[in-house]
C-alpha cells in the first residue's frame, strides 16, 4: 500500500509564507514525477508546480517567482515552499505522484488526501 500525506496547511495572512510537505510511504523504490494541484470551491482542480526525477521544475503561471518546489528523495518527500501569499491562493493542496516504483510493482496516478491553504486578506 502506498500512501502520500500532505502536512503544513494553514491559515496565513496575504503576504506570508506557508511550507507544504508531501511525505510518501510504503515499499517504495522511487518516486518519478511529483505535482502539487490546488483546487478552489467551485473551481478546477489546478497544476501548481511539478518536479521531475532529475530535479528539473514548471510551475503554473499564477504562482512563478512565489512557490518554490523540492524533493528530498531519500525521505521520499516532496515539498512545496509557497512566499508572498495571496488570498486567491486559497485552496485545498494535493500532492500527486504519477508514478512510484514498489518493490512489488508500478503504482500509478496516487494523490493525497489535501491540506487546506486559507490566505486572509
Known amino acids: 500500500q502506498v500512501q502520500l500525506v500532505e502536512s503544513g496547511g494553514g491559515l496565513v495572512q496575504a503576504g506570508g509564507s506557508l511550507r507544504l510537505s508531501c511525505a510518501a510511504s510504503g515499499s517504495i523504490i522511487s518516486l518519478n514525477t511529483m505535482d502539487w494541484y490546488r483546487q478552489a470551491p467551485e473551481k478546477q482542480r489546478e497544476l501548481v508546480a511539478r518536479?521531475?526525477?532529475?530535479?528539473?521544475?514548471n510551475y503554473g503561471d499564477s504562482v512563478k517567482g512565489r512557490f518554490t518546489i523540492s524533493r528530498d528523495n531519500v525521505k521520499r518527500t516532496v515539498y512545496l515552499q509557497m512566499n508572498s501569499l495571496k488570498p486567491e491562493d486559497t485552496a485545498v493542496y494535493y500532492c500527486?505522484?504519477?508514478?512510484?516504483?514498489?518493490?512489488?510493482?508500478?503504482?500509478?496516478?496516487?494523490w493525497g488526501q489535501g491540506t487546506q491553504v486559507t490566505v486572509s486578506s
Open positions: 500527486h505522484a504519477d508514478k512510484i516504483r514498489t518493490i512489488w510493482d508500478y503504482v500509478y496516478n496516487t
Open positions: 518536479i521531475f526525477s532529475d530535479g528539473s521544475t
